[in-house]
């Protein structure tokens, strides 16, 4: 079962830029991921903001985090990998910013169809960045790809 804390120690060897830019995983369930960020000098940009980098990975993570874990359930051989993506911003990122993708039945389905047909599937699927009064910072879309190798 991955928790948050599988997930940040994969950050830590697998993603160090993700890791030394605070981005840290704080809940996954079946249907959600929420993963944060707290601006900080290392990731802001030249506006005194969090730079729209780690806001991406922020995001990305919070939905790559629900394909992994039912990849893993799946308990087959399944690549991923992002195809596309989108990205909104609609206020300055400051203080700590969570990013939640509600996705997972989604991506339960494309990996179970996937497994069973051994065809591709693609899955659009997004992420909320909300600043510390809930007022939205950001809105990621990503498309993840998933195959049965």
Known sequence: MITPKKINLFTFFKLPS???NGVRCKNIDAKSCVVS???RWINQNPFNSLY???QAMAA???TGAL???YIQESNAKVSMLVANNEA???KKATGRITFTCHDGEAIQQAIAQTVATGEGQTVWMESQGMNEQGIQVSHFRFEWTVKRK
Do not use: G, P, Q, Y
């Open 88 to 90: 909104t911003f609609t």
């Open 18 to 20: 993700c890791w030394w």
């Open 37 to 39: 960020v707290k601006h």
């Open 67 to 69: 394909v992994m874990s």
């Open 60 to 62: 990305e993570l919070s």
């Open 52 to 54: 729209f980098a780690v």
